[in-house]
């Protein structure tokens, strides 16, 4: 059977999802939580690709035939593997044509029942697209560097509230710093999945709303360049998040500086310093070579102190640049990020029994 966008993703909730394109393709970007067994691999694909071109569709099909021969039983057996149970999955290729539904056909004949996405990869992808226009009830928390914003998010969500976490979606803290102990930052393309699929299971029916209604539960998000890393915000998203009030948590430079020695200590000096040299024409010249100079003695507090500098110049002017009435000043006196989530759920549940939009 062939299914739709939405019913595909609804069955992929308790089904395992079986991605039949080359590894190449299924490298670069995926649906999340996806399983890779080709039909072709790198190499296959590109063999089968030129017969096309140069020899026409029958060509290229019977040269598929030869190249997949050999491999179908372990199709099946791969297939069976991901439910040995119900002997039921999701198939999908590129666009839903002849990779899809050749592997679909292959585990129906034996006995496992298979569904395919129709449209394939890229007709979830213009969904994912699409989905980005949507509007979302957001509240955008922000803050200097070091002032823990990850922390209050996770506060936030311990505490029943939903947050989207951009930072760990990325792979990446959005500084200079922000790949150090992360694991590789995936293609945009991923990330814009990843987005989709976290957005996805957020519960949309409970909760303070936005407008009258509008069953769209808030959402915390932290403030973010529209690049985290190498990882770019869809556009239509960060338009969103541009527009979207802030929650801004004013902690003192002492306080997040104790916070960012916490963090950086002990991680390879080497890193410490590729990441410090990287913005030298913004930090300025005597700040890198007094940023470096600490480093070469472990004085993490001063190359704190030092960065910090150049991070919050560069932090409160995009910051400026909203509009005043959409941002909340909070001040933090400790680094408790429990007290501080607690703190603004208050204001933002204040802010909703005051019928003011979020």
């Known amino acids: 059977m062939s ?10 909730q ?9 590894p190449g393709e299924f490298a670069h970007a995926h649906i999340p939580g996806a399983v890779n067994i080709p039909l072709f691999d790198n190499e296959e694909r590109a ?5 096309y071109k140069k020899a026409g569709k029958d060509s290229a099909v019977l040269l598929g035939l030869d190249l997949i021969g050999t491999k179908m039983s372990g199709f099946v057996r791969e297939s069976r593997r991901l439910n040995p149970n119900g002997r039921e999955v999701l198939v999908h290729c590129w666009r839903g044509g002849m990779r899809s539904g050749s592997f679909a056909w292959l585990l129906n004949t034996a006995g496992v029942r298979a569904d395919i996405l129709e449209g394939g990869y890229k007709a979830y992808r213009n969904t994912v697209l699409e989905s980005f226009t949507q509007p979302r009830n957001l509240i955008v928390l922000g803050g200097k560097t070091g002032s823990g914003k990850t922390d209050i998010l996770k506060a936030l969500a311990a505490q029943g509230e939903q947050i989207l976490d951009l930072e760990g979606l990325a792979h990446h803290k959005g ?14 393309e991923q990330f814009e999945n990843k987005i989709h699929n976290a957005l996805t299971d957020l519960d949309r029916n409970d909760g303070p709303r936005m407008n009258e209604g509008q069953a769209n539960r808030r959402i915390w998000i932290e403030d973010e ?9 869809p556009r239509a998203f960060w338009a969103q998040m541009r527009a979207a009030p802030v929650a801004f948590v004013d902690v003192p430079k002492p306080v997040r500086i104790e916070r960012l020695v916490r ?12 990441a410090t040299t990287r913005i030298q024409k913004r930090l300025g010249g005597k700040a890198t070579q007094d940023a470096l100079a600490a ?3 472990n004085d993490y507090a001063t190359v704190a102190d030092l960065t910090l500098s150049y991070y919050d110049k560069a932090y409160l002017h995009g910051l400026s640049e909203r509009d005043p009435q959409t941002v909340y000043t909070l001040p933090i006196v400790d680094d408790d990020p429990a007290q501080t989530a607690r703190q603004l759920i208050e204001w933002a549940n204040t802010r909703v029994a005051s019928n003011v939009s979020l």
């Open 3 to 12: 299914l739709s966008v939405d019913q595909f993703l609804a069955q992929a």
């Open 47 to 51: 063999l089968v690709g030129t017969k």
């Open 175 to 188: 500084s200079s710093y922000g790949a150090i102990g992360q694991l590789p930052q995936p293609a945009t």
């Open 225 to 233: 360049s529209r690049n985290v890393g190498t990882c770019f915000v």
């Open 295 to 297: 480093l070469a003695q």
């Open 263 to 274: 963090e950086y200590t002990g991680i390879s000096h080497n890193l410490l310093v590729e």
């Open 14 to 22: 308790t089904l395992p999802i079986i991605d039949v394109r080359s």
